[in-house]
């Protein structure tokens, strides 16, 4: 039997653009074993209730071995560069199990070279967007690659990353979970109002917030046109989340407002599918498209 390795070391994001497929797997494959492994207790709780939208999906569960400290670490700063090094440095031997990795970000690239060298790399990207980071060289590492579309196989093939029989397009699992999460969706306000979703960039350099995020809340915790949900990129207070809890605090009494600054409902469309208008940012630089 082959066992494939759904493993979560980053931010809750990014679990939607990979969770699907495992899922997936598990209920068309009965050959295969899938395995899902979460960096915490706490993430693991949260995708065993998603897991839960795909009853006839059975899957393994497992929970990333760490020391007290690091935990600690994770608990209190989040997913930071240091901890994610850190758990896959002393996971390596888990790792190297499996037949396949299946994984949304980059950071387990460094797997190779901790050692692991059995399993096969599996990189299903996460959003669909064009920043350049999404792009790097390093990418071409990957055994396989998923990708939204043609768009984007188009600039990886110009990158001189992708090799022939190695990547597929067509794959954005993550609109197949949100349909079965919010199909009985109930509306977010009490009121007939145009709803703004102010989505702002977590990067200092494309964010809007640093710059002008507290006086566009001003703004629309004063008038009576619209209602305002405040749900920024998840890292955007990834570090210091309780602290921006202790800034955003005053502008939660307003009924026409929500603020969010990292809740489940930030990064599952919850607040996308009720909005009507998107205020984002990204002020890249032309040689980024």
């Known amino acids: 039997m082959l066992h494939i390795l759904f493993p979560y070391i980053a931010q809750p994001h990014q679990e939607f653009h990979s969770l699907p497929i495992a ?28 897991c839960r939208l795909y009853p006839e999906s059975s899957v393994t569960f497992d929970i990333l071995q760490m020391p007290g400290w690091l935990r600690h670490h994770i608990r209190q700063h989040g997913q930071t560069p240091l901890g994610k090094m850190a758990v896959l440095l002393l996971n390596r031997n888990y790792f190297n199990k499996f037949q396949a990795i299946v994984v949304p970000e ?47 196989e188009e600039r990886l093939t110009r990158a001189g990353v992708l090799r022939p029989g190695h990547y597929a397009t067509g794959i954005y699992a993550k609109f197949d979970m949100v349909r079965r999460l919010h199909a009985h969706g109930l509306p977010l306000f009490p009121n007939t109002r145009p709803t703004i979703l102010y989505n702002p ?9 640093h710059r002008s995020g507290m006086a566009i809340l001003d703004y629309f915790a004063h008038q009576e046109k619209y209602n305002l949900i405040f749900a920024p990129h998840y890292r955007l207070f990834d570090t210091h989340r309780l602290k921006s809890n202790g800034i955003l605090a005053r502008y939660g009494m307003h009924p026409h407002m929500i603020i969010d600054p990292g809740s489940d409902r930030s990064v599952d469309m919850s607040y996308t599918l009720a909005a009507d208008l998107y205020l984002g940012d990204v002020r890249a630089r032309s040689e980024s498209f």
């Open 23 to 50: 899922l997936e797997m598990a209920r068309l494959y009965p050959g295969i074993k899938v395995h899902i492994a979460s960096l915490t207790p706490e993430r693991d709780s949260r995708i065993r209730s998603l």
């Open 106 to 152: 980059r950071t387990s690239l460094y797997l190779r070279k901790m050692g692991v060298s059995s399993p096969r790399l599996i990189w299903t990207r996460h959003g669909a967007g064009d920043r350049a980071i999404g792009f790097t060289h390093d990418t071409r590492q990957f055994d396989f690659i998923l990708m939204a579309g043609h768009k984007i």
């Open 201 to 209: 960039h977590f990067s200092p350099r494309l964010s809007s917030w």
